[in-house]
C-alpha cells in the first residue's frame, strides 16, 4: 500500500511571494489533514477535509493561506503571500475510520524557508 | 479544547537499557484515543502505538509499551531494551472519537540512544 505522498520535499522563497504544497493520501481515505509544525513543536493543525468538505478550518490563517480538495482525493496548500514566520514543514495526514483504527497516516512533508 | 503537555523536552538513555516518557493530557470528553508518534529526523512520522481510553488493558508493541490512567490523564510511554534506531522525536498525540478524529499533540521529547 502506497504512503501519503507530498511534493515537494523542500522549498526556499523570498516573503511576499508564493507557493504551493500537493499531497496525495492514501488510496480511499477519506479524511485529509495539513499541518503546520514549527521547529521545536508539535504538529498544529491547518485544514481537515472530509472527502472534498471543510471540517475544520478554524487555525489557518485565511488571509494568506487557502487549500483545495477538489475531487476528494489529492489536495493543494497554498500560501501567498508568504511571511517569514510561515518558515516550517507541512505535512498532510490521511485516515479512514474503516479500519477502526482511528490513527493518521503522514507524509514525509515539504520543509519550506521563507527568506 | 483538548491540551496535551510532555514535560520531557529531551532524554536520553542507554543502548539496552529502559526508558519512559512522559505525557499528561486534559480533556472533558469520555471517548477518546491516545497515540505515540515517532519522529526520526528524515520527519516522517510513524505511529508506534496506540490506546483506546475505553479500554483497561495498557497497549503493548513489541518493545513498546504504555501506561494509561485515565483518571490521571496520564499516558507515558516506556521502551525497553533501547536500540540506536529508537533516536528520535517522540511526540503523544489526542484524538478525539466523534467523526473529525482531530489530533491534538504535546511539544515532544527528543530521545538521544547512547551507544
Known amino acids: 500500500e502506497a504512503g501519503v505522498a507530498q511534493s515537494p520535499r523542500y522549498k526556499i522563497i523570498e516573503k511576499r511571494q508564493s507557493v504551493a504544497f500537493w499531497c496525495n493520501p492514501i488510496?480511499?481515505?477519506?479524511?485529509l489533514y495539513w499541518y503546520q509544525q514549527i521547529l521545536g513543536q508539535g504538529p498544529k493543525l491547518l485544514i481537515q477535509?472530509?472527502?472534498?468538505?471543510?471540517?475544520?478550518d478554524s487555525q489557518l490563517p485565511k488571509d494568506r493561506f487557502s487549500a483545495e480538495r477538489l475531487k476528494g482525493v489529492d489536495s493543494t496548500l497554498k500560501i501567498q503571500p508568504a511571511k517569514l514566520e510561515d518558515s516550517a514543514v507541512y505535512l498532510c495526514a490521511s485516515s479512514t475510520r474503516s479500519s477502526g483504527k482511528n490513527e493518521q497516516y503522514f507524509g514525509p512533508g515539504t520543509r519550506l524557508t521563507v527568506t | 479544547a483538548q491540551t496535551v503537555t510532555q514535560s520531557q523536552p529531551e532524554m536520553s538513555v542507554q543502548e539496552a537499557e529502559t526508558v519512559t516518557l512522559s505525557c499528561t493530557y486534559d480533556t472533558s470528553e469520555s471517548d477518546y484515543y491516545l497515540f505515540w508518534y515517532k519522529q526520526p529526523p528524515s520527519r516522517q512520522m510513524i505511529l508506534v502505538i496506540r490506546q483506546e481510553a475505553y479500554k483497561q488493558q495498557n497497549a503493548t508493541e513489541n518493545r513498546f509499551s504504555v501506561n494509561f490512567q485515565k483518571a490521571a490523564k496520564s499516558f507515558s510511554l516506556k521502551i525497553s531494551d533501547s536500540q540506536l534506531g529508537d533516536a528520535a522525536m517522540y511526540f503523544c498525540?489526542?484524538?478525539?472519537?466523534?467523526?473529525?478524529?482531530?489530533?491534538?499533540f504535546g511539544t515532544g521529547t527528543s530521545l538521544t540512544v547512547i551507544p
Open positions: 498525540a489526542y484524538g478525539r472519537f466523534d467523526t473529525g478524529n482531530q489530533f491534538y
Open positions: 477535509f472530509q472527502n472534498n468538505g471543510v471540517v475544520d
Open positions: 488510496s480511499g481515505h477519506a479524511t
